[in-house]
């Protein structure tokens, strides 16, 4: 018996390599698509086949998805700074959902009847209600956030005119690294809290710069829900499976939310070193504070994160960060 075929958009990037080696675990035959400008060719473990491609190179795209039957198609590829979309935010409406409409009017011409957005929390801009549940008000709170709700509507309507099921999965801040040691973070600049105040308290980087001190939180910091990319994994397999009785969204997250400084501090917990840093002001299209209700997740899909607790999460990534000086590099 042929193992199962899986097209994973972005597979060389953080979330999307953690989703690849969870595949490959389970025997999957995996194919990565991925432009490398944001992700790494090492993040590829050696059980998946890479193809170096842009989601814009339509005809190297119906090559590869020719290349089926697929039993899913996973979509990770995209421009993500929420700062830089607000800074740039026409690169972001256009490549983002021009790139993933492509991918879906591709998956629909090739029989593809399964797809898993990677979406975002970012939909939800500045809402009043924590935990967020699914049926909070979308009001995207940048352009990145935009353009990933386009791609969930696009997928509304595959599934109403073509059939094609969807998942679409709106995580909010992915932190740690795989617990055997594999794969890690490594953004070029890196933009990530957990990484930047490792680096920090390592020595690699000068200061951690805390944007924002005056927000309504318990200590002026932003506070955020992070939750673990391998549990990020898992929820995508859980939800692909719970795909065959119709499409589904879910939010992913821990619950629980934590300041900056609170994270500041686990670091310097695990780390036993000082987190050097300096205060500036706040960073646009930043909304206070972001913690998902997964109690849907949890319902439906009896998701339950192995890695719930700050410490364990930054412990990961320290032990990674620090074995990896220089990233994939």
Not at 10 to 17: D, K, N
Not at 87 to 107: Q, S, V
Not at 136 to 146: F, K, Q, W
């Amino acid at each position: 018996m042929q193992p199962s075929r899986y097209l994973v958009t972005g597979g060389a990037g953080y979330v999307g390599s953690h989703l690849v080696a969870a595949l490959c675990d389970r025997g999957a035959d995996v194919v990565v698509y991925d432009n490398l400008r944001q992700g790494h060719r090492a993040a590829v473990l050696p059980g998946a086949r890479l193809v170096v491609a842009d989601l814009a190179d339509t005809a190297m795209l119906d090559a590869v998805l020719a290349d089926g039957p697929w039993e899913a198609v996973f979509h990770f590829a995209s421009l993500s700074l929420v700062g830089e979309s607000m800074a740039d935010p026409f690169r972001y409406l256009a490549e983002n959902t021009l790139n993933g409409l492509r991918l879906i009017e591709a998956c629909v011409r090739h029989g593809v009847r399964r797809f898993v957005l990677s979406s975002t929390a970012n939909l939800f801009g500045q809402l009043s209600e924590v935990p967020i549940p699914e049926d909070a008000p979308i009001n995207p709170g940048s352009p990145y956030g935009e353009s990933k709700y386009f791609l969930e509507r696009a997928l509304a309507w595959a599934e109403r005119i073509f059939g094609l099921r969807s998942a679409t999965l709106r995580y909010f801040n992915a932190a740690g690294a795989d617990p055997a040691g594999r794969l890690g973070e490594d953004h070029r600049p890196e933009t990530h809290l957990i990484p930047l105040a490792i680096d920090a308290a390592l020595g690699r980087r000068e200061a951690l710069t805390v944007f924002g001190t005056d927000y309504p939180t318990k200590d002026g910091t932003c506070v955020r829900d992070y939750v673990h990319v391998s549990d990020l994994a898992t929820a995508h397999l859980l939800a692909l499976a719970r795909l065959d009785r119709g499409s589904v969204a879910y939010n992913l997250g821990n619950g629980k939310g934590y300041s900056v400084l609170e994270v500041i501090r686990a670091v310097e917990a695990v780390s036993g070193r000082k987190v050097p840093a300096i205060y500036g002001p706040r960073r646009a299209g930043d909304p206070p504070v972001l913690v998902a209700s997964s109690a849907r997740a949890v319902a439906e899909l009896n998701w339950r994160p192995e890695f719930a607790d700050l410490h364990e999460i930054v412990r990961t990534a320290y032990a990674w960060r620090k074995a990896h000086p220089a990233g994939y590099g």
